[in-house]
């Protein structure tokens, strides 16, 4: 089977369209050119392996796709666990509040809310805060593989050194 080696998995609003545009750079590494969540395992599993596999180029030793929702969606670890037990992770967090707050920001500018005030905001969408508690959802993934597995950064270290090497 031809599947992913690695993926991106989180967490929203935290600079995983800047990891995917990373990665899509690199020459070595295969993801997917036309679309940067596939969303197979939180989304789109009811398709099956082989739709999901059709996504990556078996030439490649290393394959990868970037979808921020898996690390928030309670399902998908024990999904990845089926599929990609051997599997290494990427994971950028970021200070919650200004990821609640970025996430505000990037509803309002696609019209998905009119809420004029973060904290009305915040009341009508009690997830926006809860994505921001990363203990809960790393401690999902930890539960199904091993710590090795996974590398966190910090949104902030990397924007303030993006040319840092993923060491």
């Given amino acids: 089977m031809t599947l992913p080696t690695f993926l991106g998995i989180g967490a929203q ?29 939180d989304q789109h599993y009811d398709k099956g392996i082989d739709w999901y596999e059709s996504f990556f180029d078996d030439s490649y030793e290393v394959r990868g796709e970037v979808t921020p929702m898996y690390l928030y969606d309670e399902n998908v670890p024990t999904r ?13 967090l970021r200070d919650p509040a200004e990821r609640a707050y970025s996430q505000y920001k990037n509803a ?17 969408n009690p997830d926006c805060f809860q994505r921001g508690l990363y203990v ?6 930890f539960k199904q593989f091993n710590r090795n597995q996974f ?9 303030e050194n993006p040319s ?3 060491t």
């Fill in 80 to 92: 990845v666990k089926k599929y990609l037990p051997e599997a290494k992770f990427v994971i950028i």
């Fill in 164 to 166: 840092a090497k993923f």
């Fill in 13 to 41: 609003r935290c600079g995983t369209t800047w990891l995917y545009e990373v990665l899509k750079s690199h020459p070595e590494i295969d993801v997917p050119r036309n679309v940067k969540e596939i969303h197979f395992f």
């Fill in 151 to 159: 590398k966190v950064f910090i949104f902030e270290n990397l924007m």
């Fill in 108 to 124: 309002y500018l696609h019209g998905e809310t009119r809420k004029d005030d973060f904290e009305e905001y915040l009341d009508a």
């Fill in 136 to 141: 809960n959802q790393l401690r999902r993934w």
